[in-house]
T-cell receptor, first 114, second 109 residues
Framework: NAGVMQNPRHLVRRRGQEARLRCSPMKGHSHVYWYRQLPEEGLKFMVYLQKENIIDESGMPKERFSAEFPKEGPSILRIQQVVRGDSAAYFC????????????FGQGTRLTVV | EDQVTQSPEALRLQEGESSSLNCSYTVSGLRGLFWYRQDPGKGPEFLFTLYSAGEEKEKERLKATLTKKESFLHITAPKPEDSATYLCASNQAGTALIFGKGTTLSVSS
């Protein structure tokens, strides 16, 4: 029973490049959440998606960031034209439904912008 | 604004020295209160969910309790392998989790 799978685990991008982070939820889970964790800070909510729908993107920066969770395939968090301040650990969590709010996390993608 | 505040930020214990971690929350219409453990370089690992005041849950040396304004994670006779950052989170129905900054626990033998 595979858990939440994120890849890559580590990603290095030069300033101005694009970063694509992938998240495959646990089997049977149709809800995905993306969080960002900066050193010495807590997990900050970014976006909440259900298959083919964005439920809540209130934590996502208005520019350069986008997320999708297509009918088939993993959820993608896309960061365009990365800057050094985007360097962080990005975590994905998945859950079963609105009524079951327990969320299980992946191991994260550590993005470094050089 | 909904908030989750954890204290202390860091806690050092000797092996066998029991203590408690605090999580206070100001979330209207609380749906659940969650505890996670996070080891360095890894994702948060789910520990407990509490739904109503007075509820308690236990797992090995850990016990989580919930009141109307706060939750406690009690650690009984900790071992070095309990060293980690413990995260508290809460949410309303249909919304994502709001996390505190965590308590970093170090247990020395």
């Amino acid at each position: 029973n595979a858990g939440v799978m994120q890849n890559p685990r580590h990603l290095v991008r030069r300033r101005g490049q694009e970063a694509r982070l992938r998240c495959s939820p646990m089997k049977g889970h149709s809800h995905v959440y993306w969080y960002r964790q900066l050193p010495e800070e807590g997990l900050k909510f970014m976006v909440y998606l259900q298959k083919e729908n964005i439920i809540d993107e209130s934590g996502m920066p208005k520019e350069r960031f986008s997320a999708e969770f297509p009918k088939e395939g993993p959820s993608i968090l896309r960061i365009q034209q990365v800057v050094r301040g985007d360097s962080a650990a990005y975590f994905c969590a998945s859950g079963q439904s609105f009524s079951n709010t327990e969320a299980f996390f992946g191991q994260g993608t550590r993005l470094t912008v050089v | 604004e909904d908030q989750v505040t954890q204290s202390p930020e860091a806690l050092r214990l000797q092996e066998g020295e029991s203590s408690s971690l605090n999580c206070s929350y100001t979330v209207s219409g609380l749906r659940g209160l969650f505890w996670y453990r996070q080891d360095p370089g890894k994702g948060p690992e789910f520990l407990f969910t509490l739904y109503s005041a007075g509820e308690e849950k236990e797992k090995e040396r850990l016990k989580a309790t919930l009141t109307k304004k706060e939750s406690f994670l009690h650690i009984t006779a900790p071992k070095p392998e309990d060293s980690a950052t413990y995260l508290c989170a809460s949410n309303q129905a249909g919304t994502a989790l709001i996390f505190g900054k965590g308590t970093t626990l170090s247990v020395s033998s």
